[in-house]
């Protein structure tokens, strides 16, 4: 694995960090009762999808970085690859968080397009890794 590679599974590998932290708040406003997450099932099922998408794309992210070092890309394509898959499990949950942020908001602000955005960088980089390694 290239060093590049390697530094980037070391980021991702801190996020996980983030994401059990996360999860250990997600736990401590059911286990409280904090209003405005048990009454507020917007803010309930976005903050739960924030969660659940951090993992995941943290996962994938880490899964096909050898893929990388495999296609038969320049260092800068590499680069914008990695970014890509970086990226994307911090926008999305970040659209999810920062959209219902008060406990009052019953519907999401215009940072839900953040999930948008997390979205296409994914769809971008497997787009980008899976032609190059063809």
């Known amino acids: 694995m290239s060093s590049a590679t390697l530094t980037t599974a070391g980021i991702l590998l801190v996020t996980v960090v983030a994401v059990a932290y996360g999860g250990l708040t997600l736990l401590t ?9 048990l009454d507020n099932p ?3 099922g976005l903050w739960t999808a924030g969660h659940a998408h ?3 794309l943290v996962l994938f ?3 096909v970085l050898p893929y990388i ?8 394509t590499a680069t914008l ?3 890509l898959f970086v990226a994307a499990p911090i926008l999305m949950p970040l659209g999810f968080f920062l959209s219902v942020v008060r406990p009052r908001d019953t519907r999401p602000n215009k940072l839900i397009w953040l999930t948008v955005a997390g979205g296409g960088c994914l769809m971008a980089g497997a787009l980008l890794l899976g032609v190059n390694l063809l």
């Open 42 to 44: 917007v803010r309930r």
């Open 54 to 56: 951090a993992g995941v």
């Open 69 to 76: 070092d495999q296609a038969d890309v320049s260092a800068g």
């Open 61 to 63: 992210a880490l899964v």
């Open 81 to 83: 690859i990695r970014s």
């Open 29 to 37: 406003h059911l286990a409280r009762s904090r209003a405005g997450y």
